[in-house]
């Protein structure tokens, strides 16, 4: 069997359809589908780039050292890692790759299982079907899962799609059950900085959580929300020296490597606070006038509390809430794209310019 008869239709295009209908709309399209940046990169990250463009010589894997130093930084200053040591992180060609990956990285095999959130981010899946992993979704993964057969146990907080945020005290009940059975704990933190409302997220590594020892954890951090980094393609994990160590291994072999000018780029974006607060500071803006405007037309928003997304329900199938909103102009992802569970569902990116975002609220208000 062929690698890609293994895996479902990739979702998005099953939406093409509909952003054809939405994009015939008078006024052009309002696209809330996909969370990709439409802001500006910052300026401090592209003079980093433009700096380190006569890059002629090959990049290291394990990035340099003032990247390392940068992640580790930002990891303490800003989520309380107080023990981030630059010698346990990693750069990544965006986190997605990461996602997609980890499993074959790690070895994982037929009869091995990768648990993820009943509603997830779909890569989580499709990792463990590339390494012919069974994925397996849960609750309570500490009630819900067979520790003998988890390899490998994924955590996001706050959540793609559904903006639920973990207390240090759940994340702590897992990390503890999931050292005691040997899996290895990867947090998914791509949204960490965007908590609005309610829990402030907090990372996996924070002592809260595991105490002073990262033994058995990883933390994937993305630049693409806070610094506009989508287009650039970097990101870092941290954590376990072990399993950092061994990743650093394989992908060496493998010739995954941050491009020098990226690097450069990464450390200014990790290096500069100013930035990603105006960036939370469009985003707020824009979620508090979609927010509004949904709820005006008849909808109900589910956690939502933190992340780049509003869970929203109109108590019908998601495909008919596509539909109509993409009759007005409107494209949403629908939540069964995540899991069964979101199938009366749909996420809303907060992902459009403010214009963009103007035309939805006018529209919704008709």
């Not at 009869?111 to 981010?121: F, K, W």
């Not at 309570?140 to 996001?156: G, I, T």
């Not at 037309?297 to 509390?305: D, K, L, P, Q, V």
Request: include cysteine.
């Amino acid at each position: 069997m062929s690698i890609s008869a293994r895996l479902p239709v990739f979702p998005w295009d099953r939406l093409e359809p509909y952003k054809a209908t939405a994009a015939a709309h008078p006024d052009g399209v309002v696209d809330l589908s996909v969370g990709t940046p439409v802001d500006p990169v910052p300026d401090v990250v592209r003079q980093a780039l433009a700096a380190a463009s006569d890059s002629p010589g090959y990049p290291l894997t394990y990035g340099t050292r003032a990247l390392r130093e940068a992640a580790a930084g930002y990891l303490r200053q800003w989520h309380g890692v107080a023990g981030a040591d630059p010698a346990h992180v990693l750069p990544l060609i965006g986190s997605k790759e990461l996602v997609g990956w980890l499993p074959t990285l790690l070895d994982l095999r037929e009869g091995d299982q990768v648990a993820l959130p009943r509603l997830a981010y779909p890569t989580y899946e499709i990792g463990a079907l590339l390494a012919r992993a069974e994925p397996v979704t849960y609750d309570d993964p500490v009630a819900d899962l067979d520790p003998a057969r988890v390899k490998l146990l994924w955590l996001n907080s706050p959540s793609n799609p559904t903006g639920r945020v973990l207390t240090a005290a759940e994340l702590r009940r897992t990390v503890s059950w999931a050292r005691e059975h040997g899996i290895l704990v990867a947090s998914d933190e791509c949204y960490i900085e965007l908590g609005w409302e309610g829990t402030e997220p907090v990372s996996v590594l924070h002592p809260d959580v595991c105490g002073d020892s990262h033994e058995g954890l990883l933390a994937v951090h993305s630049l693409s929300k806070r610094s506009n980094f989508a287009g650039y393609r970097g990101s870092f994990l941290a954590g376990d020296p072990a399993a950092v160590r061994e990743l650093l291994e394989v992908r060496k072999h493998a010739g995954m490597i941050v491009p020098q000018p990226v690097q450069a780029a990464m450390t200014a974006a990790l290096g500069d606070r100013a930035h990603a607060v105006e960036q939370k500071e469009r985003y707020g803006r824009r979620r508090t006038a979609l927010r509004a405007a949904f709820e005006s037309a008849g909808f109900r928003i589910e956690h939502s509390e933190a992340g780049l997304y509003l869970w929203a329900t109109r108590a019908e199938k998601c495909w008919d809430t596509v539909g109509d909103l993409a009759g007005r102009g409107i494209v949403v992802a629908p939540g069964e794209f995540y899991g069964a569970a979101g199938e009366s569902f749909v996420r809303i990116a907060l992902t459009a310019t403010d214009e963009r975002v103007e035309a939805a609220v006018r529209r919704l208000a008709r």
